[in-house]
Every structure is written in structure tokens, then in C-alpha cells.
């Protein structure tokens, strides 16, 4: 790529970082639970059915795990603030390396020949 290009790629991946809205990193996932109630269907000897599903939202930030249970009306709002953060990193992943592909050209533009 042409130096022209790799600054146009750039200003192509800001414009897309900047339009994402809401993110969020972690990993939505399904929880089925057994109460203590002895009596309950979650006890059935011949065919036990767990509560749930418990939708919890697990995530690492700034080297604190941190695991919260979300609502059923909220999984799909925060399965696009999920999507989105992994789009954002995929861009901004993108953007180093045209960066450092832009940097290494107009290196190579400035070395004296020899």
C-alpha cells in the first residue's frame, strides 16, 4: 500500500470507531441453577429441570474479573454492546497496524540511498 492509502485506511477506521455507540467487553453466557427446596422440580429423582436460564455477563477489566447476572430484557441491548466492543477492538487492532505500516514507508522514504 501507498503511504496515501494506509492515511486513507486510517481515516476510514476512525470514522468506524467513532460511530460504534455503546460498548462493553465480556462474554454473555446461559446459567441453569438447583434450589434447596427438596420438594421442588429441580429435585425430581426420574427428571430433574433446572431454573433458568440466568443470563450473566462475565468480564476481565483492568485486571478485576468481575461476573453480573443481567435481566432477559436487557440480554439483547447488551449482546450488541458486546458485538460492539469486539468490532472495536478488530478496528483498533487494524488502525496499529496501519500505523505501523505508514511508520515503516516513510522510513523507508527517508533513508538517504546509499
Request: proline content about 8%; overall charge positive; glycine content about 6%.
Amino acid at each position: 500500500m501507498t503511504t496515501d492509502q494506509l492515511q486513507q485506511r486510517i481515516r476510514t477506521l476512525q470514522t468506524e470507531l467513532a460511530a460504534l455507540g455503546p460498548i462493553h467487553p465480556g462474554s454473555l453466557s446461559q446459567q441453569y441453577n438447583v434450589c434447596g427446596n427438596p420438594a421442588c422440580r429441580c429435585k425430581d429423582p426420574k427428571r430433574p429441570r433446572k431454573h433458568g436460564p440466568y443470563y450473566q455477563l462475565s468480564y476481565t477489566w483492568r485486571g478485576k474479573s468481575t461476573t453480573r447476572f443481567v435481566r432477559p430484557p436487557d440480554v439483547a441491548a447488551m449482546g450488541a454492546k458486546l458485538a460492539a466492543y469486539k468490532r472495536f477492538r478488530q478496528l483498533t487492532a487494524a488502525w496499529v497496524d496501519a500505523a505501523i505500516a505508514l511508520q515503516d514507508l516513510q522510513r523507508q522514504a527517508a533513508r538517504p540511498e546509499a
